[in-house]
Protein backbone atom coordinates (compact mmCIF):
# COMPACT_ATOMS: atom_id res chain seq x y z
CA UNK A 1 0.00 0.00 0.00
CA UNK A 2 1.51 3.62 -1.38
CA UNK A 3 -0.62 6.74 0.04
CA UNK A 4 1.31 9.63 -1.85
CA UNK A 5 -0.41 12.68 -2.74
CA UNK A 6 2.30 15.63 -3.09
CA UNK A 7 -0.12 18.56 -4.51
CA UNK A 8 1.07 22.14 -3.93
CA UNK A 9 -1.57 22.56 -0.74
CA UNK A 10 -1.76 19.25 0.54
CA UNK A 11 2.21 18.74 1.18
CA UNK A 12 1.90 19.77 4.58
CA UNK A 13 3.49 18.02 7.84
CA UNK A 14 6.30 18.22 10.13
CA UNK A 15 9.27 16.77 10.08
CA UNK A 16 10.28 14.27 14.10
CA UNK A 17 11.04 16.29 16.23
CA UNK A 18 11.47 16.60 20.07
CA UNK A 19 12.37 13.81 22.04
CA UNK A 20 15.31 11.79 23.52
CA UNK A 21 18.49 10.65 20.99
CA UNK A 22 19.33 6.81 21.43
CA UNK A 23 21.51 4.88 18.37
CA UNK A 24 19.90 2.37 17.16
CA UNK A 25 22.42 -0.11 18.57
CA UNK A 26 21.91 0.90 21.76
CA UNK A 27 18.25 -0.59 21.74
CA UNK A 28 18.36 -3.69 20.30
CA UNK A 29 20.57 -7.08 20.89
CA UNK A 30 21.04 -9.95 18.84
CA UNK A 31 18.61 -12.25 18.90
CA UNK A 32 15.97 -10.09 20.00
CA UNK A 33 12.52 -11.15 19.51
CA UNK A 34 10.23 -8.58 17.32
CA UNK A 35 6.78 -8.92 15.91
CA UNK A 36 7.64 -12.06 13.76
CA UNK A 37 5.68 -13.76 16.28
CA UNK A 38 2.30 -11.99 15.08
CA UNK A 39 1.38 -11.24 18.83
CA UNK A 40 4.07 -7.99 19.45
CA UNK A 41 4.29 -4.78 16.98
CA UNK A 42 7.53 -3.17 17.62
CA UNK A 43 7.40 0.78 16.61
CA UNK A 44 9.33 4.14 17.03
CA UNK A 45 8.32 6.78 19.29
CA UNK A 46 9.72 10.07 18.70
CA UNK A 47 10.36 10.50 21.93
CA UNK A 48 10.16 9.02 25.45
CA UNK A 49 7.10 9.35 28.08
CA UNK A 50 7.27 12.96 29.87
CA UNK A 51 3.58 13.62 31.37
CA UNK A 52 0.50 11.07 30.61
CA UNK A 53 -1.54 13.89 31.88
CA UNK A 54 -4.13 15.06 29.35
CA UNK A 55 -4.14 18.46 31.22
CA UNK A 56 -0.67 19.11 31.26
CA UNK A 57 0.94 16.27 28.95
CA UNK A 58 4.35 16.91 26.42
CA UNK A 59 3.63 16.91 23.51
CA UNK A 60 2.61 14.12 20.49
CA UNK A 61 4.86 11.70 21.72
CA UNK A 62 3.16 11.52 25.02
CA UNK A 63 -0.22 11.25 23.17
CA UNK A 64 0.44 8.56 21.26
CA UNK A 65 1.08 6.42 24.40
CA UNK A 66 -2.29 8.15 25.75
CA UNK A 67 -4.42 7.57 22.82
CA UNK A 68 -3.55 3.72 23.73
CA UNK A 69 -3.80 3.72 27.63
CA UNK A 70 -6.74 5.88 28.32
CA UNK A 71 -10.33 6.23 26.68
CA UNK A 72 -12.25 9.61 25.48
CA UNK A 73 -16.17 10.32 25.35
CA UNK A 74 -15.26 10.02 21.38
CA UNK A 75 -11.59 9.44 19.59
CA UNK A 76 -10.17 10.68 15.94
CA UNK A 77 -10.61 7.63 13.56
CA UNK A 78 -8.00 6.17 11.69
CA UNK A 79 -7.62 7.17 7.90
CA UNK A 80 -7.30 9.97 5.38
CA UNK A 81 -10.76 12.16 7.01
CA UNK A 82 -10.87 13.82 10.23
CA UNK A 83 -13.50 13.16 12.24
CA UNK A 84 -14.72 11.78 15.30
CA UNK A 85 -15.96 8.12 16.13
CA UNK A 86 -17.82 6.89 19.84
CA UNK A 87 -15.11 5.60 21.94
CA UNK A 88 -15.92 5.52 25.90
CA UNK A 89 -19.34 6.41 24.91
CA UNK A 90 -22.59 5.05 23.76
CA UNK A 91 -24.32 7.92 22.63
CA UNK A 92 -23.29 11.81 22.33
CA UNK A 93 -26.09 14.29 21.79
CA UNK A 94 -25.19 17.82 20.33
CA UNK A 95 -28.47 19.00 19.08
CA UNK A 96 -27.63 21.77 21.75
CA UNK A 97 -24.25 23.33 21.32
CA UNK A 98 -24.58 24.83 24.83
CA UNK A 99 -25.49 21.53 26.75
CA UNK A 100 -24.27 18.17 25.13
CA UNK A 101 -25.48 14.80 26.92
CA UNK A 102 -23.11 11.56 26.83
CA UNK A 103 -24.35 8.08 27.90
CA UNK A 104 -21.30 6.15 28.50
CA UNK A 105 -20.95 2.48 27.72
CA UNK A 106 -21.24 0.27 30.96
CA UNK A 107 -18.54 -2.18 32.10
CA UNK A 108 -15.21 -0.07 31.65
CA UNK A 109 -12.78 -0.83 34.04
CA UNK A 110 -9.84 1.03 35.45
CA UNK A 111 -6.98 -0.82 36.01
CA UNK A 112 -5.20 -1.08 39.30
CA UNK A 113 -9.02 -2.11 40.94
CA UNK A 114 -10.24 1.65 40.52
CA UNK A 115 -13.37 0.64 39.65
CA UNK A 116 -15.35 1.62 36.37
CA UNK A 117 -15.70 4.67 34.19
CA UNK A 118 -18.27 6.59 35.41
CA UNK A 119 -19.99 9.70 34.82
CA UNK A 120 -18.13 11.34 37.94
CA UNK A 121 -14.90 10.28 35.92
CA UNK A 122 -15.65 12.04 33.05
CA UNK A 123 -16.93 15.36 35.59
CA UNK A 124 -13.45 15.25 37.44
CA UNK A 125 -11.37 15.11 34.28
CA UNK A 126 -12.76 17.86 32.48
CA UNK A 127 -13.13 19.86 35.20
CA UNK A 128 -9.75 19.80 36.08
CA UNK A 129 -8.89 21.66 33.48
CA UNK A 130 -10.53 24.75 35.00
CA UNK A 131 -8.29 23.87 38.63
CA UNK A 132 -5.48 25.99 39.59
CA UNK A 133 -3.82 23.16 41.45
CA UNK A 134 -3.66 21.28 37.97
CA UNK A 135 -2.20 24.92 36.21
CA UNK A 136 -3.41 23.15 32.69
CA UNK A 137 -0.73 23.38 29.90
CA UNK A 138 -4.09 22.98 27.58
CA UNK A 139 -6.79 24.43 29.86
CA UNK A 140 -7.58 26.26 26.29
CA UNK A 141 -9.51 23.32 25.21
CA UNK A 142 -11.67 23.63 27.83
CA UNK A 143 -11.88 27.49 28.40
CA UNK A 144 -15.38 27.47 27.20
CA UNK A 145 -17.09 24.84 29.78
CA UNK A 146 -19.15 25.98 32.88
CA UNK A 147 -19.52 22.59 34.52
CA UNK A 148 -20.33 18.74 34.02
CA UNK A 149 -23.77 17.40 35.30
CA UNK A 150 -23.94 13.64 36.83
CA UNK A 151 -27.50 13.03 35.77
CA UNK A 152 -26.76 8.89 36.33
CA UNK A 153 -23.98 6.43 36.37
CA UNK A 154 -23.22 6.56 32.91
CA UNK A 155 -24.86 9.85 31.88
CA UNK A 156 -23.91 13.45 31.97
CA UNK A 157 -24.58 16.87 30.74
CA UNK A 158 -21.38 18.90 29.43
CA UNK A 159 -22.65 22.67 30.14
CA UNK A 160 -20.59 25.31 28.45
CA UNK A 161 -20.66 28.83 29.18
CA UNK A 162 -20.40 30.01 25.08
CA UNK A 163 -20.30 28.57 21.62
CA UNK A 164 -16.92 26.98 21.16
CA UNK A 165 -16.45 26.12 17.99
CA UNK A 166 -12.88 23.38 18.43
CA UNK A 167 -15.22 20.99 21.27
CA UNK A 168 -15.40 18.46 18.28
CA UNK A 169 -12.46 18.83 16.53
CA UNK A 170 -9.15 19.75 18.79
CA UNK A 171 -10.96 19.28 22.55
CA UNK A 172 -12.92 15.89 22.86
CA UNK A 173 -11.69 13.43 20.05
CA UNK A 174 -7.94 15.05 21.07
CA UNK A 175 -6.01 14.21 24.35
CA UNK A 176 -7.95 16.89 26.49
CA UNK A 177 -10.94 14.67 26.20
CA UNK A 178 -9.22 11.92 27.76
CA UNK A 179 -10.60 10.10 30.92
CA UNK A 180 -8.63 9.66 34.18
CA UNK A 181 -9.65 8.36 37.28
CA UNK A 182 -11.13 10.43 40.54
CA UNK A 183 -10.10 7.51 42.53
CA UNK A 184 -6.94 7.18 41.34
CA UNK A 185 -5.64 10.59 41.30
CA UNK A 186 -6.70 11.50 44.76
CA UNK A 187 -5.25 8.47 46.18
CA UNK A 188 -2.08 9.89 44.81
CA UNK A 189 -2.51 13.06 46.82
CA UNK A 190 -0.95 14.58 43.82
CA UNK A 191 -3.14 17.20 41.40
CA UNK A 192 -1.34 15.93 38.70
CA UNK A 193 -0.64 13.03 36.26
CA UNK A 194 3.22 12.47 35.64
CA UNK A 195 5.27 9.54 33.88
CA UNK A 196 3.04 6.74 35.77
CA UNK A 197 -0.81 7.12 34.38
CA UNK A 198 -2.15 5.42 37.82
CA UNK A 199 -5.47 3.93 36.27
CA UNK A 200 -5.48 2.86 32.33
CA UNK A 201 -9.04 3.41 30.98
CA UNK A 202 -8.41 2.10 27.22
CA UNK A 203 -7.49 -1.16 25.68
CA UNK A 204 -3.78 -1.08 26.42
CA UNK A 205 -2.04 -0.38 29.82
CA UNK A 206 1.80 -0.12 30.28
CA UNK A 207 3.45 -3.10 31.53
CA UNK A 208 6.66 -1.74 31.40
CA UNK A 209 8.68 1.55 31.37
CA UNK A 210 12.65 1.52 31.19
CA UNK A 211 13.46 5.20 30.29
CA UNK A 212 15.13 6.74 27.25
CA UNK A 213 14.64 2.41 25.91
CA UNK A 214 11.40 0.90 26.08
CA UNK A 215 7.86 1.35 26.46
CA UNK A 216 6.05 -1.45 26.86
CA UNK A 217 2.30 -2.25 26.41
CA UNK A 218 0.08 -4.94 27.30
CA UNK A 219 -3.37 -5.47 26.69
CA UNK A 220 -6.05 -4.29 29.51
CA UNK A 221 -8.01 -7.35 31.02
CA UNK A 222 -10.94 -4.33 31.85
CA UNK A 223 -11.17 -3.09 28.28
CA UNK A 224 -14.81 -4.03 26.61
CA UNK A 225 -14.46 -1.97 23.77
CA UNK A 226 -13.10 -3.44 20.13
CA UNK A 227 -10.56 -5.51 21.00
CA UNK A 228 -6.71 -5.00 19.76
CA UNK A 229 -5.08 -6.75 17.63
CA UNK A 230 -1.46 -6.82 18.88
CA UNK A 231 -0.92 -8.65 22.50
CA UNK A 232 2.14 -6.32 22.83
CA UNK A 233 3.21 -3.15 21.23
CA UNK A 234 6.65 -1.45 22.26
CA UNK A 235 7.28 1.78 21.73
CA UNK A 236 11.36 2.79 21.02
CA UNK A 237 12.08 6.16 21.70
CA UNK A 238 14.39 7.33 19.10
CA UNK A 239 15.06 10.83 17.94
CA UNK A 240 16.94 10.43 15.23
CA UNK A 241 14.84 9.68 11.92
CA UNK A 242 18.27 8.14 10.70
CA UNK A 243 18.66 5.75 12.81
CA UNK A 244 15.22 4.44 13.19
CA UNK A 245 15.21 3.54 9.83
CA UNK A 246 18.44 1.81 9.74
CA UNK A 247 17.00 -0.57 12.61
CA UNK A 248 13.53 -0.91 10.30
CA UNK A 249 15.78 -2.47 7.68
CA UNK A 250 17.42 -4.25 9.91
CA UNK A 251 14.73 -5.85 10.77
CA UNK A 252 13.92 -4.80 14.32
CA UNK A 253 11.07 -2.46 14.24
CA UNK A 254 7.78 -3.09 12.43
CA UNK A 255 6.78 0.76 11.75
CA UNK A 256 9.13 3.74 11.64
CA UNK A 257 8.37 7.41 10.81
CA UNK A 258 10.62 8.39 7.76
CA UNK A 259 12.53 12.09 6.87
CA UNK A 260 11.02 13.23 3.99
CA UNK A 261 14.23 13.19 2.01
CA UNK A 262 13.88 9.25 2.37
CA UNK A 263 10.32 9.24 0.64
CA UNK A 264 12.34 8.81 -2.88
CA UNK A 265 14.87 6.53 -2.20
CA UNK A 266 11.88 3.62 -0.22
CA UNK A 267 10.78 0.62 -2.36
CA UNK A 268 6.87 0.75 -2.20
CA UNK A 269 7.25 -3.08 -2.95
CA UNK A 270 9.58 -4.09 -0.11
CA UNK A 271 7.58 -2.11 2.49
CA UNK A 272 4.49 -0.09 3.25
CA UNK A 273 4.92 3.20 2.62
CA UNK A 274 2.58 6.30 3.85
CA UNK A 275 3.34 9.86 2.84
CA UNK A 276 0.16 12.46 4.10
CA UNK A 277 -0.35 16.23 4.20
CA UNK A 278 -0.62 16.83 7.86
CA UNK A 279 -1.39 19.45 10.37
CA UNK A 280 2.12 21.28 11.35
CA UNK A 281 4.38 23.94 10.94
CA UNK A 282 7.68 24.92 10.83
CA UNK A 283 9.25 28.10 11.69
CA UNK A 284 12.84 30.13 12.73
CA UNK A 285 12.02 31.90 15.95
CA UNK A 286 13.70 34.91 17.23
CA UNK A 287 14.10 35.14 21.50
CA UNK A 288 13.31 38.64 21.92
CA UNK A 289 14.05 39.23 25.73
CA UNK A 290 18.10 38.14 23.91
CA UNK A 291 19.56 41.38 24.14
CA UNK A 292 21.26 41.06 20.96
CA UNK A 293 17.51 40.82 19.85
CA UNK A 294 15.69 43.10 21.64
CA UNK A 295 15.36 45.65 18.68
CA UNK A 296 13.09 44.80 16.13
CA UNK A 297 14.72 46.25 13.23
CA UNK A 298 16.99 43.89 13.79
CA UNK A 299 14.48 41.04 14.03
CA UNK A 300 12.63 42.51 10.90
CA UNK A 301 16.40 42.58 9.34
CA UNK A 302 16.80 38.68 9.87
CA UNK A 303 13.45 38.26 8.52
CA UNK A 304 13.66 39.86 5.46
CA UNK A 305 17.46 38.14 5.10
CA UNK A 306 15.81 34.85 4.79
CA UNK A 307 14.79 33.46 1.42
CA UNK A 308 12.21 30.63 2.88
CA UNK A 309 11.50 29.44 -0.58
CA UNK A 310 15.22 28.86 -1.26
CA UNK A 311 15.44 26.89 1.88
CA UNK A 312 12.97 24.81 1.63
CA UNK A 313 13.99 23.89 -1.80
CA UNK A 314 17.69 23.08 -1.01
CA UNK A 315 15.88 20.65 1.85
CA UNK A 316 13.37 19.26 0.51
CA UNK A 317 13.37 19.46 -3.46
CA UNK A 318 9.79 19.61 -4.74
CA UNK A 319 8.61 17.32 -1.96
CA UNK A 320 7.69 20.35 0.93
CA UNK A 321 6.31 23.89 -0.21
CA UNK A 322 6.82 27.08 1.88
CA UNK A 323 4.61 28.45 4.69
CA UNK A 324 3.05 31.14 4.73
CA UNK A 325 1.93 31.58 8.34
CA UNK A 326 1.53 29.36 11.39
CA UNK A 327 -1.36 27.75 10.56
CA UNK A 328 -1.36 25.01 7.99
CA UNK A 329 -3.54 24.84 4.83
CA UNK A 330 -6.58 23.23 4.60
CA UNK A 331 -7.58 24.52 7.99
CA UNK A 332 -9.54 28.29 8.57
CA UNK A 333 -7.01 31.23 8.59
CA UNK A 334 -4.13 29.41 6.63
CA UNK A 335 -2.36 32.40 5.03
CA UNK A 336 -0.79 32.71 1.39
CA UNK A 337 1.51 35.47 1.52
CA UNK A 338 3.80 37.33 3.71
CA UNK A 339 4.10 41.25 4.99
CA UNK A 340 7.45 41.10 5.10
CA UNK A 341 9.09 38.56 1.96
CA UNK A 342 12.84 38.56 1.27
CA UNK A 343 14.78 41.55 0.33
CA UNK A 344 18.46 41.68 1.81
CA UNK A 345 18.48 45.33 0.85
CA UNK A 346 16.12 46.08 2.91
CA UNK A 347 17.42 43.53 5.69
CA UNK A 348 21.08 45.41 5.05
CA UNK A 349 18.94 49.10 5.56
CA UNK A 350 17.53 48.01 8.72
CA UNK A 351 20.99 46.53 9.95
CA UNK A 352 22.47 50.07 9.48
CA UNK A 353 19.86 51.82 11.23
CA UNK A 354 19.56 50.13 14.29
CA UNK A 355 23.56 50.38 14.31
CA UNK A 356 24.00 46.26 14.33
CA UNK A 357 25.83 45.44 11.30
CA UNK A 358 28.24 42.84 12.15
CA UNK A 359 25.80 41.08 14.21
CA UNK A 360 26.63 37.69 15.37
CA UNK A 361 23.91 35.48 16.36
CA UNK A 362 23.22 31.46 17.17
CA UNK A 363 21.07 28.98 15.68
CA UNK A 364 19.74 26.14 17.75
CA UNK A 365 17.88 23.19 16.89
CA UNK A 366 17.30 19.56 17.65
CA UNK A 367 18.46 16.30 15.69
CA UNK A 368 16.73 16.56 13.10
CA UNK A 369 18.91 16.34 9.49
CA UNK A 370 16.82 17.82 7.24
CA UNK A 371 16.73 20.92 9.96
CA UNK A 372 20.71 21.12 9.66
CA UNK A 373 20.23 21.34 6.20
CA UNK A 374 18.01 24.58 6.40
CA UNK A 375 20.08 26.22 8.97
CA UNK A 376 23.12 25.68 6.39
CA UNK A 377 21.66 27.42 4.02
CA UNK A 378 19.68 30.40 6.06
CA UNK A 379 23.47 30.74 7.42
CA UNK A 380 24.64 31.58 3.73
CA UNK A 381 21.73 34.29 3.77
CA UNK A 382 22.23 35.88 7.00
CA UNK A 383 25.94 36.12 5.91
CA UNK A 384 25.02 37.76 2.44
CA UNK A 385 23.63 40.87 4.18
CA UNK A 386 27.27 40.64 6.91
CA UNK A 387 25.38 38.56 9.93
CA UNK A 388 27.65 35.66 11.02
CA UNK A 389 25.33 32.83 12.51
CA UNK A 390 26.74 29.76 14.03
CA UNK A 391 24.83 26.38 14.26
CA UNK A 392 24.33 24.31 17.08
CA UNK A 393 22.60 21.01 17.03
CA UNK A 394 21.43 19.78 20.67
CA UNK A 395 19.19 17.30 22.56
CA UNK A 396 16.24 17.98 21.97
CA UNK A 397 14.92 17.75 25.01
CA UNK A 398 17.76 19.92 26.79
CA UNK A 399 16.72 22.88 24.55
CA UNK A 400 13.29 22.89 25.17
CA UNK A 401 13.88 22.48 28.97
CA UNK A 402 16.68 25.76 28.58
CA UNK A 403 14.04 27.76 26.74
CA UNK A 404 11.59 26.90 29.63
CA UNK A 405 13.98 27.83 32.35
CA UNK A 406 12.31 31.13 33.68
CA UNK A 407 13.24 31.14 37.07
CA UNK A 408 17.03 30.25 36.30
CA UNK A 409 17.30 32.49 33.43
CA UNK A 410 19.40 30.53 31.03
CA UNK A 411 16.43 30.81 28.37
CA UNK A 412 17.81 34.20 27.69
CA UNK A 413 20.95 32.79 26.03
CA UNK A 414 18.54 31.06 23.63
CA UNK A 415 19.08 33.84 20.14
CA UNK A 416 17.46 32.51 17.18
CA UNK A 417 15.56 28.43 17.04
CA UNK A 418 14.06 26.70 14.90
CA UNK A 419 10.49 24.80 16.01
CA UNK A 420 8.06 22.66 14.84
CA UNK A 421 4.64 22.17 16.34
CA UNK A 422 1.87 19.79 15.55
CA UNK A 423 -1.89 20.55 15.86
CA UNK A 424 -5.43 19.25 15.86
CA UNK A 425 -7.67 20.17 12.73
CA UNK A 426 -9.00 23.61 13.91
CA UNK A 427 -6.63 26.75 13.76
CA UNK A 428 -7.64 27.73 17.57
CA UNK A 429 -4.87 24.98 18.62
CA UNK A 430 -2.44 26.38 16.19
CA UNK A 431 -2.52 30.10 17.96
CA UNK A 432 -3.04 29.44 21.41
CA UNK A 433 0.77 28.64 21.86
CA UNK A 434 1.48 31.81 21.16
CA UNK A 435 -0.39 33.93 24.12
CA UNK A 436 0.83 35.53 26.94
CA UNK A 437 0.27 33.06 29.13
CA UNK A 438 2.47 30.29 27.44
CA UNK A 439 5.10 32.60 27.47
CA UNK A 440 8.12 30.26 28.74
CA UNK A 441 5.96 26.99 28.60
CA UNK A 442 5.89 26.95 24.84
CA UNK A 443 5.95 30.31 23.58
CA UNK A 444 9.71 30.90 23.50
CA UNK A 445 9.37 34.35 21.11
CA UNK A 446 8.27 35.29 24.47
CA UNK A 447 6.01 37.28 22.52
CA UNK A 448 2.48 38.51 23.15
CA UNK A 449 -0.15 41.12 24.77
CA UNK A 450 -3.66 40.96 26.40
CA UNK A 451 -4.99 42.49 23.13
CA UNK A 452 -3.91 39.79 21.14
CA UNK A 453 -5.02 37.64 23.86
CA UNK A 454 -8.37 38.95 23.18
CA UNK A 455 -8.49 38.25 19.92
CA UNK A 456 -7.43 35.15 20.06
CA UNK A 457 -9.74 34.05 22.32
CA UNK A 458 -12.74 36.11 20.63
CA UNK A 459 -11.63 33.58 17.77
CA UNK A 460 -12.47 30.58 18.96
CA UNK A 461 -15.96 31.46 20.14
CA UNK A 462 -16.69 32.85 16.55
CA UNK A 463 -18.80 30.22 14.66
CA UNK A 464 -19.12 32.18 11.40
CA UNK A 465 -16.29 30.28 8.92
CA UNK A 466 -15.95 33.43 7.24
CA UNK A 467 -15.22 35.62 9.71
CA UNK A 468 -13.32 33.23 11.34
CA UNK A 469 -10.75 32.74 9.11
CA UNK A 470 -9.91 36.58 8.62
CA UNK A 471 -9.87 36.37 12.59
CA UNK A 472 -6.64 33.91 12.09
CA UNK A 473 -5.26 35.46 9.24
CA UNK A 474 -5.16 38.72 11.21
CA UNK A 475 -3.41 37.26 14.19
CA UNK A 476 -0.58 35.66 12.10
CA UNK A 477 -0.44 39.19 10.83
CA UNK A 478 0.54 40.12 14.42
CA UNK A 479 2.92 37.58 14.81
CA UNK A 480 4.94 38.17 11.79
CA UNK A 481 4.59 41.99 12.46
CA UNK A 482 6.95 41.21 15.85
CA UNK A 483 9.91 40.50 13.90
CA UNK A 484 10.06 37.21 15.81
CA UNK A 485 9.43 34.89 13.37
CA UNK A 486 10.25 33.49 9.85
CA UNK A 487 7.95 31.02 8.78
CA UNK A 488 9.41 27.83 6.40
CA UNK A 489 7.25 24.95 5.70
CA UNK A 490 4.43 22.94 7.01
CA UNK A 491 6.21 19.82 5.42
CA UNK A 492 4.66 15.78 5.25
CA UNK A 493 4.59 12.84 7.45
CA UNK A 494 5.96 9.69 6.07
CA UNK A 495 5.75 6.06 7.53
CA UNK A 496 7.07 2.59 6.27
CA UNK A 497 5.68 -0.64 7.73
CA UNK A 498 6.37 -3.80 6.87
CA UNK A 499 4.51 -5.65 4.83
CA UNK A 500 2.46 -8.13 7.29
CA UNK A 501 1.76 -4.90 9.18
CA UNK A 502 -1.86 -2.83 8.31
CA UNK A 503 -0.68 0.35 9.92
CA UNK A 504 -3.11 2.94 11.21
CA UNK A 505 -2.73 6.81 11.98
CA UNK A 506 -4.58 9.88 11.97
CA UNK A 507 -5.38 11.47 9.01
CA UNK A 508 -1.90 13.80 8.80
CA UNK A 509 -0.51 10.77 9.85
CA UNK A 510 1.23 12.51 13.05
CA UNK A 511 0.24 9.53 15.43
CA UNK A 512 0.32 5.83 14.79
CA UNK A 513 -2.91 5.02 16.23
CA UNK A 514 -2.05 2.27 17.95
CA UNK A 515 -5.01 0.17 18.84
CA UNK A 516 -6.38 0.51 14.98
CA UNK A 517 -2.85 -1.29 13.80
CA UNK A 518 -3.32 -5.16 12.56
CA UNK A 519 -1.53 -7.77 11.36
CA UNK A 520 -1.82 -7.99 7.30
Known amino acids: MTEINLTRRQLMQRLGAGGLA ?7 SAGAAFAQDGTTLRIRNDGDIRRLDPATRGGWYDETIMFAIFSGLIRYPSGDAWGWELDAAESIDDSDPLHIGFTLRPGIMFTGDFGEVTAEDVKFSYERFLDPAVDAVYGSDWAALDSVEVTGTYTGIIHLKQPFAPLFTSTMPHASGLIVSKAALEASGSAVIETDPLACSGPYQIDEWRPRELIRLSRNPGWTGPEPYFDVIELLPIDDLTAAETAFDAGDLDATQIAVNSIPVRDPEADDLVVKPALAYTWLGMNIENEKLQDVRVRRAIQRAIDPTEVVVATFGEAVTQAYGIVPPPLLGARYETLYPYDPAASEALLAEAGAEG ?149 DAQWALLRDFKGA
Not at 22 to 28: E, I, M, Q, Y
Not at 390 to 418: H, P, V
Not at 461 to 471: K, Y
Request: no cysteine; hydrophobic share 40%; glycine share 8%.
Open 22 to 28: LSAGSLF
Open 359 to 507: LEVTLFFGADPDLLIAAQVIQAQLAAVGISLSIRQMDGATLTAQQQDNEGGSYKEIELFFNTFTTAPDPSWVTEWFTSGQIGVWNFQRTGTPEWDAKNAAASEETDPAIRDQMYIELQDELEETGAYVFLYHGVNAWVSKTDVEAAYSA
